[in-house]
């Protein structure tokens, strides 16, 4: 029987993305049972790891097996209880993924809410707060749907001042851009795997602090089947099983309490990416990430596209570009995968069928790959019938960018 083989791309999207091969190395290690001490020995390097990688001391720092919604979502059900307000700013898709969240974990949402291609200013956003007095905010760094990159710096403070919990969605940026949890005052962080970071999806890092740790452990219930009678239980517990982040706490602390199943070679992989993340450095990190969007607006305008939204507010990830007249959207993106074996993302929402979403993302950040990608996409969109498109002017540009800036 002929193993699985799978064509090569070049994926040009906000995740998932290509992954060092060094990662997938790792990830083909023999299994290791869950309480091996060489496996909690990998456990315990991780949480190092991954305290480094958010620049925070919380002792509580591990991954959520699952996707980053699992990490979001273990959050919210971990300090959302029924009747509790929540305010969450939106700014796309990501915002009302939270609402979502929110809402099945019996909260009450209260929004505040620019169109795709903004963020909003945070004074906007404290001021929200004092109308509002929430138990929680719940924000999204880097809005993938739209490539904005919310101000959060201020906000953190604000909400400690008025006995509000943060939590931020840095899903999209975690790795590829600075998070200073510590310093910014934020009280639970999700990082993702298959973004900046270059790890198979799966996996979700997440931080929180002790001021969060102790709102959720008054919720806390141990399972029946495990449970000692030095357990404490309560009635408002976490309605999650799989996701209540005080079980998870037993089982990533000390006391190495069964839950799941650890998904050993997802953490194999989280290592390894958080490794040679680390070992890059995180502003090492997020100049190359810079660096490399830079290029790419570079060579997109050259070209003779048109950049969507505010751009005094971009991830350094992600560049969004407004679809040329005469150009389907869906059409457009599924021969260049087809015939070039090239992705790039359209996008949800309001934005939807208007832009495409460009991605250089973690182990995609680089040159090579770059200059690949504009030659490809602007012959192509050239022979698709886009007016005014220039190939080889888009080439020059991201070349003359490369000649003339060192990272
Ligand atoms: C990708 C993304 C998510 C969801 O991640 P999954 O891994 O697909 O669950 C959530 N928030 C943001 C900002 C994202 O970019």
């Not at 060489?38 to 958010?54: A, H, P, Q, V």
């Not at 007095?133 to 400690?160: C, D, F, M, N, W």
């Not at 008054?218 to 999650?240: A, L, Q």
């Not at 089982?251 to 989280?270: I, S």
């Amino acid at each position: 029987m002929a193993s699985l083989q799978i064509n090569k791309r070049l994926i040009m999207t906000p995740g998932p993305v290509a992954v060092d091969p060094r990662v997938s190395q790792a990830m083909s290690n023999s299994i290791l049972g869950q309480f091996d001490p060489e496996f909690t020995g990998i456990m315990d390097e991780t949480m190092e790891l991954i305290r480094k990688s958010f620049k925070t001391e919380n002792k509580w720092s591990f991954p959520i097996d699952g996707t980053s919604r699992a990490g979001i979502e273990a959050v919210i059900a971990s300090i959302v209880e029924p009747g509790d307000k929540v305010l969450v700013p939106i700014i796309g898709r990501f915002g009302y993924l939270v609402t979502e969240l929110v809402e099945r974990a019996g909260g009450v949402v209260h929004t505040i809410e620019a169109p795709m291609g903004e963020v909003i200013p945070e004074d906007d956003i404290i001021k929200k707060m004092d109308e509002v007095q929430p138990k929680v905010l719940t924000i999204i760094h880097g809005e993938t749907s739209s490539g904005r990159l919310q101000p959060i710096q201020k906000i953190g403070h604000a909400a400690k001042e008025r006995g509000i919990f943060t939590v931020v969605d840095a899903v999209a940026t975690y790795m590829g851009q600075d998070i200073a949890v510590d310093e910014w005052a934020l009280d639970a962080v999700i990082g993702g795997a298959q973004k900046c970071l270059s790890v198979p999806s799966g996996i979700t890092p997440i931080t929180f602090n002790e001021r969060f740790s102790d709102e959720i452990n008054k919720r806390k219930r141990v399972e029946k089947g495990i449970r000692t009678e030095n357990d404490k239980s309560t009635s408002h517990f976490i309605t999650s099983n799989y996701l209540d982040l005080t079980q998870l706490q037993d089982y990533w602390g000390e006391r190495r309490l069964n839950h799941h199943t650890e998904a050993t070679v997802n953490v194999y992989g989280l290592y390894e990416g958080l490794k040679l993340a680390v070992a890059e450095g995180v502003e090492a990190r997020a100049r190359r990430h810079s660096y490399h969007h830079e290029a790419m607006k570079e060579g997109i305008k050259a070209l003779g596209l048109e950049l969507f939204g505010d751009e005094e507010h971009e991830m350094q990830m992600v560049v969004c570009v407004k679809i040329p007249e005469g150009i389907n959207d869906a059409e457009f993106r599924a021969e260049l995968l087809s015939r070039f074996g090239v992705e790039i993302a359209g996008t949800f929402g309001a934005a939807a069928g208007k832009i495409w979403r460009i991605g250089t993302m973690g182990h995609v950040a680089e040159k090579q790959n770059l200059l690949n990608f504009i030659t490809t996409f602007g012959v192509f969109i050239q022979s698709q019938g886009a007016d005014n498109i220039d190939p080889a002017a888009g080439l020059k540009a991201m070349t003359d960018f490369y000649d003339n800036n060192s990272l």
